[in-house]
């Protein structure tokens, strides 16, 4: 491998106004992004909105119909064989034989990419360790649980040491358990300092796994940023307050004049409020400063000359879910 690879000069991944299209069907409509060496991307989206189709472009699999994608400097068209030699991919639906066991198709693997005797059992014996497979290895992928087959699948991938990993939904179908053993892989990968995109529908997965989203829909990127960022751009933090009860709620709307109260009652979205309670959200430009402000004047009393009735009070961000929600949900 030359070091041409490894200098951080340019993005490990570089799409610039990449369109795609079917016959008739646009599924990628110009999308712009780039991935940094050893970044974690969730490319996040609804179904249909494009993720499998920019994957399958940036490891060759499809050609681009127009503008260009770059892995390490590589021209994804123009230099295919090179770029193939970086990547690594596991699709949507794991590609790993059910009939031979772990440790086969880890050789398999191996194989295809040219890996042969003591080369390759050192090799196997490796990913056997990293992705702790030890107990398995014997056994038929076929009798794995999905998150297990998912980790060889994962494995797999890495027989090569790939510049950068692609995974496609690596987690869709698993249980929360399976999920989970799939993260800590993907956190292994990023702390073995690869580059990963990976795609899911999962808002908690690209919270959890991705250092950046870039946020897809219909084709187009309607948003790109860290988890924090992407959460902050849906108007930023609130202040929760909880009340005894409707009373409790008037009274505290009246002494808190002045600041932005954007919703009185139960959000149609989220949790209902215990019944008897009532909740109020007050828009918290300033964070903690701002609850420390609320507290201060709910700490008063009301023209009635009685108390406001707090039952919780905290700050919270917006969660993805909204984000995703607002972000995605022009009209058609
Ligand atoms: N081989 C193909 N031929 C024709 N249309 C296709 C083909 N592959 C994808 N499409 C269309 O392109 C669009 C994007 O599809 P793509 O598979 O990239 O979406 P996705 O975000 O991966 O969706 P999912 O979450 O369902 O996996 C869709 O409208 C899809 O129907
Ligand atoms: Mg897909």
């Not at 069907?25 to 060496?37: K, N, P, W, Y």
């Amino acid at each position: 491998m030359t070091d041409d690879t490894r200098t951080p000069d340019f993005p490990t991944v570089e799409v610039t106004d990449l369109v795609k299209s079917y016959g008739g069907v646009r599924a990628l409509a110009g999308i712009s992004f780039t991935v940094a060496r050893g970044e974690v991307l969730g490319l996040l989206g609804p179904n249909g909105s494009g993720k499998t189709t920019t994957v399958s472009v940036l490891s060759t699999l499809q050609r681009p119909t127009s503008g260009t994608a770059r892995i390490c400097g590589h021209d994804v068209v123009a230099d295919a064989a090179r770029v193939r030699e970086l990547i690594s991919l596991t699709g949507q639906y794991a590609a790993v034989d059910p009939g031979l066991t772990a440790a086969e198709n880890l050789a398999v693997f191996g194989r295809l990419t040219g890996l042969r005797g003591r080369h390759l059992t050192s090799r196997i014996d490796d990913l056997v360790d990293q992705f702790d497979l030890g107990a398995v290895r014997g056994r038929r992928v076929g009798h794995l649980s999905g998150g297990m087959r998912r980790r060889v699948d994962i494995a797999g991938a890495l027989v090569t040491r790939p510049e950068v990993v692609f995974l496609d939904e690596p987690t869709t179908g698993l249980d929360p358990r399976s999920r989970a053993a799939v993260w800590d892989t993907v956190a292994g990968l990023r702390d073995a300092g690869i580059t990963v995109v990976l795609t899911t529908q999962y808002l908690e997965e690209a919270d959890r796994l991705a250092d950046r989203i870039v946020l897809l829909d219909r084709g187009a990127v309607v948003a790109t940023g860290s988890p924090g960022q992407l959460k902050s751009r849906a108007g930023g933090a609130v202040c929760e307050i909880t009340v005894a009860d409707g009373e409790n709620a008037a009274r505290a709307t009246a002494l808190l004049t002045g600041f932005d109260v954007v919703d009185t009652g139960d959000d149609p979205s989220g949790p209902p409020t215990e019944p008897g309670r009532a909740r109020l959200v007050v828009r918290a430009p300033d964070g903690v400063t701002t609850v420390g402000e609320v507290i201060a004047r709910l700490d008063g009393v009301g023209d009635d000359g009685r108390g406001v009735e707090v039952v919780d009070i905290g700050l919270r961000r917006p969660s993805l879910d909204e984000v995703f929600l607002q972000l995605t949900d022009a009209p058609a």
